[in-house]
């Protein structure tokens, strides 16, 4: 099984620290994906990326940024933290053309405190 | 861009009780369709996926979705639900060609509650 793994499950940060969150999978996909899920909003794409070292903006990409330098890795930086950062998010992977849809990780809660 | 719908934000069924969640996109051309869920506590796992043919889809644990063009609809349907099926679903929708990145728009989510 693909297993999308994401290295906190729970993450409390004080506004304006620089915040990373990281997210590794096992199967060689190309594409990678960060979601914010709020309640009522459903799942909104931040960033994704189709390479290393590739990255394209989501829906709502202010405030945070990205780094692919390694295939199996895709990390979520918050700049400067902010309380209306506070969410569950998620990191995703697919193959091309993703037939199969994507891989979720379990989350990371972030409250900003 | 196209957007997702889902018109239902919380559901109640007892057990046994058939169930219907709605999802409309916005999109005219070819789409494929996807519905996840999310067991309380768990990641996102799909359910079932629909790219051409048979616009009844059948997928695992008893679902079933019906793609219906004219509608722009891809409802999800379990005749009779079990309370384990509680759990938060979502409709997305993947616009091909292949875009970079084969991104999915995601519907707000539908959550189901099923009592005992």
């Known amino acids: 099984d693909v297993k999308v793994t994401q290295s906190s499950r729970y993450l409390v940060k004080r506004t304006g620290e620089k915040v990373f969150l990281e997210c590794v999978q096992d199967?060689?996909?190309?594409?990678m994906f960060w979601y914010r899920q709020d309640p009522g909003l459903g799942l909104r794409l931040i960033y994704f990326?189709?390479?290393?070292?590739?990255?394209e903006k989501g829906d709502i990409p202010e405030g945070y940024s990205v780094s692919r330098e390694k295939k199996e890795r895709f990390s979520l930086i918050l700049e400067s933290a902010s309380t209306n950062q506070t969410s569950m998010y998620l990191c995703?992977?697919?193959?091309?053309?993703?037939?199969?849809?994507?891989?979720f990780g379990s989350g990371t809660r972030l409250t900003v405190v | 861009a196209q957007s997702v719908s889902q018109h239902n934000h919380h559901v109640i069924l007892s057990e046994a009780a058939s169930l219907e969640l709605g999802c409309n996109y916005s999109?005219?051309?070819?789409?494929?369709l996807f519905w996840y869920v999310q067991y309380p506590g768990q990641h996102l796992q799909l359910l079932l996926k629909?790219?051409?043919?048979?616009?009844l889809v059948k997928g695992i644990k008893g679902f079933e979705a019906e793609f219906i063009k004219s509608k722009f609809s891809f409802n999800l349907r379990k005749p009779s639900v079990q309370w384990s099926d509680t759990a938060e679903y979502f409709c997305?929708?993947?616009?091909?060609?292949?875009?970079?990145?084969?991104?999915?728009?995601f519907g707000g989510g539908t959550r189901l509650m099923v009592k005992p």
């Open positions: 995703a992977s697919s193959l091309t053309p993703g037939v199969r849809g994507y891989t």
């Open positions: 199967m060689d996909h190309e594409n």
């Open positions: 990326s189709y390479d290393v070292k590739m990255k």
């Open positions: 999109y005219g051309g070819t789409v494929n």
């Open positions: 629909y790219f051409s043919g048979d616009p």
């Open positions: 997305a929708v993947r616009v091909p060609p292949n875009n970079a990145g084969n991104m999915l728009t």
